[in-house]
């Protein structure tokens, strides 16, 4: 176990814990050498096989070698030793945009601007060089000690040579409240305007302190950015909306273009002068059912497709009680204390149970299907609290968007978390669109 002030290959002296991540830890670290502050990302090599990430981790290292730009966190080596993989990159140490949306609840156009204005020019950065990030939203984009932008976690990003023969990329990834229409259609996108839609988002973000497209479930979320259906506050100028509904057009065909984005009068001049609101959460916010930016937080990705079985259906209420913006428990249940835990996909039921059973089957678990959707599973062995046994049921959302709740039913809730978020979790990453009603960083 690494451990503060321990030196690491010769090179490195550890620091302070920055972060945890599914697949390892982020901690701070010293060059020995030059004296250089780094964060170094430590992962685990057997939990990166055991759930098939070795190529992502692959493609990461390729696609951050790539890119060098001033406003993308720099990876200054890899280095692995028999047990684990090293990321040496560049200590950013002013942390989430996300973390100032939060405290502040929106930003001024002023500022937004700036931002804005280093995000497109490090996405116009990697697009000249093939690489399509595919995961843009402020969780992912750090500030320096500076007050500047830097795009981090390159873990979904995408090269030019993955595209298939008809010139576009068909893998469905991203972060649900942030994905461009033509990802969630899978008939087939482009990497650069799938990420102009993301910036998009961001942008409306920054200055609104909500997002752009939200409803009371998925389904409604889905339709919303489909049709390109949003509405900017009142305080928003009239460059930044025209701009906005340039960027956020559902159609990619008409989307603008980066090098447009760059000629337009709101990113070339700001805002000029602007209203100034004083209410934290607008009164818009109510009328489009948006929840603050913070009811999204910490959403991760998805992949592709097989055959459907007896599912139980939801309806809106129903729908309603389970969507994390109106998931109240965190509020009375103690977090380590939680027996259960929700995500949503959009695989068919049949791939998921398949999924559930090769967990299983890797984690030496009994499992059991019964008609109703409902998978149960349980430990081999006696616990500290009996035989540890949870329960997966399958809700049916539309005919591609399933909702999976995983309860525990028996056993330790203490092995049971450890098992969850150690082995369960990683391992369900390919069928997983979003986990819900918690703050994980799934990383």
Not at 78 to 99: P, Q
Request: hydrophobic share 35%; glycine share 6%.
């Amino acid at each position: 176990m690494e451990s503060r002030g321990k030196i690491l290959m010769k090179r490195y002296e550890l620091g302070r814990l920055l972060g945890k991540g599914t697949f390892g830890k982020v901690h701070y670290a010293r060059n020995l050498e030059s004296n250089q502050s780094v964060a170094i990302k430590m992962m685990d090599k057997d939990k990166v096989l055991n759930v098939g990430l070795s190529e992502q981790i692959r493609r990461e290292i390729t696609t951050m070698r790539l890119v060098a730009h001033k406003n993308i966190v720099e990876l200054h080596e890899v280095m692995a030793t028999r047990n684990k993989i090293y990321f040496v990159m560049e200590y950013v140490k002013g942390g989430e945009l996300f973390d100032k949306i939060e405290k502040s609840g929106k930003l001024t156009e002023a500022v937004a601007h700036k931002y804005f204005q280093q995000l497109i020019s490090a996405v116009d950065y990697c697009h000249s060089q093939g690489v399509y990030h595919r995961d843009l939203k402020p969780e992912n984009l750090l500030l320096d000690e500076n007050e500047n932008l830097k795009v981090s976690d390159f873990g979904l990003s995408a090269l030019s040579e993955s595209k298939r023969q008809d010139g576009l990329l068909h893998t469905t990834c991203g972060t649900p409240a942030y994905v461009a229409p033509e990802v969630i259609s899978k008939t087939g996108y482009d990497g650069a305007k799938s990420d102009i839609w993301s910036c998009g988002v961001v942008l409306f973000v920054l200055v609104a302190g909500y997002l752009p497209f939200q409803g009371p479930n998925l389904m409604e979320m889905y339709r919303k950015i489909q049709n390109g259906n949003f509405r900017c506050p009142s305080w928003f100028s009239h460059k930044l909306k025209k701009l906005l509904y340039k960027i956020l057009d559902p159609n990619p065909n008409t989307r603008i273009s980066v090098q447009k984005i760059k000629e337009s009068t709101w990113f070339r001049k700001g805002p000029g002068e602007t209203r100034t609101v004083k209410e934290k959460i607008p009164s818009e916010n109510a009328t489009t059912n948006a929840a603050p930016v913070l009811a999204m937080r910490r959403k991760k990705n998805v992949h592709e497709d097989v055959k459907p079985l007896a599912v139980t259906n939801l309806n809106a209420f129903e729908i309603i009680s389970f969507s994390t913006g109106f998931d109240l428990s965190g509020l009375f249940i103690k977090k380590e204390c939680k027996k259960e835990t929700r995500f949503t996909s959009d695989k068919p039921a049949a791939a998921i149970i398949s999924k559930l059973e090769d967990v299983a089957k890797i984690l030496n678990l009994r499992i059991r299907k019964m008609d109703n959707g409902v998978v149960k599973i349980q430990g081999r062995k006696e616990g500290r609290n009996g035989v540890l046994q949870f329960d997966a049921e399958i809700f049916e959302i539309t005919a591609s968007y399933h909702l999976i709740e995983m309860k525990q039913t028996g056993g330790d809730s203490l092995e049971y978390q450890k098992l969850l978020e150690e082995n369960i979790r990683p391992a369900l990453k390919d069928i997983v669109w979003a986990w819900h009603g918690d703050d994980q960083q799934q990383k």
